[in-house]
């Protein structure tokens, strides 16, 4: 991925198709999907894609939220959340993870930490899913003196090792954080979920290169994560959260028409969800990429089965399934 210039951010009025099928969101570009349920609805938390065409690199400035209640009509909730938000933060409003615990909503962002030079993990805070939000801490909750910084392309020290976090409460009440590029990251939150609690661990996975999520099923946890570049989704499953993991395989081929996969996984009455972004709007690419849905199904020995990625994406949650 290349670290660019900001471009003039563009205000655009933000209406979603009601047209089902995929992508799900056409007036707006979206990317790294984050998802949770509250109350019956369904809320997508995106980056906001505003590169131009044919001009590579990302120009990401805000984030978007959208809800539904059948996860085929999505109402645009608009841009609860952006860098101005974060007093420490210039540029490069890259993926985030939002969840709820006790009536608060916690929005962990990746961002590009000015005084630094490097990406830094935040956290934005609201009463409601749909914000408005506001920095919970004046300065990011992880930066690159916490981890290791590891040597990537041509020999250099990557400095953005600390983005795309991913945010899991278990069943006891202990929250984690999940992260990374190049090495995966988590650790304990504490209580208040603004402060890390103890170790920084690392997750050993088969060509791990980022967008590490957490899910849950039939008592397995899940981690799915973006595998190699251009990037595939792969995923591990664990009997505790923190390890060991076992490496299950590849679930979802190359995004179309983008070099990164980011997922998301929901259940939402009754079926599981995998929520991704491809390049496959007309003029869509990989700066200008768009969010999806399509069934997640699972095998009788807990594997995950190879993500179709479709046309017509889902039919709504409240009608019978009949594929
Ligand atoms: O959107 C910018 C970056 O691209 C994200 O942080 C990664 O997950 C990849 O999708």
Not at 168 to 189: H, M, P, R, V
Not at 251 to 278: M, P
Request: hydrophobic share 35%.
């Amino acid at each position: 991925m290349n670290l660019v210039p900001l471009f003039c951010a563009t205000a655009l009025s933000l209406s979603v198709s009601a047209d089902a099928g995929n992508p799900i969101i056409t007036d707006v570009f979206t990317a790294d999907p984050a998802a949770l349920v509250h109350d019956g609805r369904v809320y997508l938390y995106t980056g906001h894609d505003e590169a131009e065409v044919d001009k590579p690199g990302y120009v990401m400035n805000e984030w978007l939220v959208f809800s539904s209640d059948d996860m085929v009509d999505w109402k645009a909730e608009g841009s609860p959340l952006s860098l101005d938000d974060f007093e420490w933060a210039n540029v490069h409003a890259w993926a985030g993870h939002a969840i709820e615990r006790d009536g608060k909503f916690y929005w962990y962002i990746t961002a590009w930490e000015e005084a630094r030079g490097e990406f830094g993990i935040g956290v934005a805070v609201s009463d409601s899913p749909t914000g408005p939000f506001k920095d919970a801490l004046g300065k990011p909750l992880v930066t690159s003196d916490l981890t290791e910084n590891p040597m990537n392309y041509e020999d250099r020290r990557i400095l953005w090792d600390d983005i795309d976090p991913a945010a899991y409460i278990d069943e006891d009440g202990q929250a984690y954080l999940f992260w990374g590029n190049t090495n995966c990251y988590w650790a304990k939150l504490k209580d208040s979920m603004v402060e890390l609690d103890g170790e920084i661990h690392q997750i050993e996975l088969p060509d791990f290169v980022e967008a590490p999520y957490i899910h849950r099923k039939g008592g397995l946890y899940y981690l799915t994560y973006s595998k190699g570049f251009p990037e595939r989704t792969a995923y591990a499953t664990s009997e505790s959260l923190e390890g060991p993991w076992e490496y299950r395989g590849v679930i979802k081929q190359l995004a179309g028409n983008c070099n990164t996969n980011h997922q998301a996984v929901v259940e939402f009455k009754g079926r599981d969800y995998f929520i991704y972004h491809n390049g496959g709007l007309r003029t869509g690419g990989s700066f200008r990429r768009s969010v999806c849905v399509d069934y997640l199904r699972y095998g009788e020995d807990g594997s995950i089965l190879p993500i179709l990625p479709t046309e017509e994406g889902v039919v709504s949650a409240d009608e019978p399934l009949e594929r």
